[in-house]
T-cell receptor
Framework: DTGVSQNPRHKITKRGQNVTFRCDPI?????LYWYRQTLGQGPEFLTY????????KSRLLSDRFSAERPKGSFSTLEIQRTEQGDSAMYLC??????????????????FGPGTRLTVL | AQSVSQHNHHVILSEAASLELGCNYS??????LFWYVQYPGQHLQLLLK??????LVKGIKGFEAEFIKSKFSFNLRKPSVQWSDTAEYFC????????????FGTGTKLQVIP
């Protein structure tokens, strides 16, 4: 399967614990995105990487959240001191850069299956 | 700030009925517009997108959408739905500048009855 993969698929944790999720984008996609989706809502943008550089961060990304993409390939999203309000589906997406449209081009984002987090 | 509004949360149609899902957005500048679909048990995937040019955009599986700038709308249509179109549909926008943030609507669940 050459799509976006995310691990784990499900995570149950107790309030106050730290959790880390991993996203492996499609090979050679240099752009990677994290979203959060709660019940009855659409995905909410959290952050965006181009290669290893984190270029955009949403205000939703509190100081308890940190994302990395150290080698420009896979990415991790860590939540420290989890709260019940963090319970959600965390989605990762990746996209290639279309050089024909210039450096700000947008291409289709390919989404992974998500990691469902439940904080008890 | 950009925002997206989807009017219908849950739509139930019989097979062969026509479909129109509403989407309105709010943003002061130029936007790119998208419809994404999530079939049961599957990932989100792009249905169609509008960047510029012809405001009537055709996507996969017979779907189309029309961008009406004066109404800030990008409604999704299909002349004749099939049971396999049962899914959740999300409208989304992105400002056409360098920022990559995509803002999604709350989604519309479509149920097609055979």
């Amino acid at each position: 399967d050459t799509g976006v993969s995310q691990n784990p698929r499900h995570k149950i944790t107790k309030r106050g614990q730290n959790v880390t999720f991993r996203c492996d984008p499609i090979s050679e996609h240099n752009r990677l995105y994290w979203y959060r989706q709660t019940l009855g809502q659409g995905p909410e943008f959290l952050t965006y990487f181009q290669n290893e550089a984190q270029l955009e961060k949403s205000r939703l990304l509190s100081d308890r959240f940190s994302a990395e993409r150290p080698k420009g390939s896979f990415s991790t999203l860590e939540i420290q001191r989890t709260e019940q309000g963090d319970s959600a589906m965390y989605l990762c997406a990746s996209s290639p850069r279309d050089r024909s449209f210039g450096r700000s081009a947008y291409n289709e984002q390919f989404f992974g299956p998500g990691t469902r987090l439940t904080v008890l | 700030a950009q925002s997206v509004s989807q009017h219908n949360h849950h739509v139930i149609l019989s097979e062969a009925a026509s479909l129109e899902l509403g989407c309105n957005y709010s943003y002061g500048g130029t936007v790119n517009l998208f419809w994404y679909v999530q079939y049961p048990g599957q990932h989100l995937q792009l249905l169609l997108k509008y960047f510029s040019g012809d405001p009537l955009v055709k996507g996969i599986k017979g779907f189309e959408a029309e961008f009406i700038k004066s109404k800030f709308s990008f409604n999704l249509r299909k002349p004749s739905v099939q049971w396999s179109d049962t899914a959740e549909y999300f409208c989304a926008i992105k400002n056409s500048g360098g920022y990559q943030k995509v803002t999604f609507g709350t989604g519309t669940k479509l149920q097609v009855i055979p």
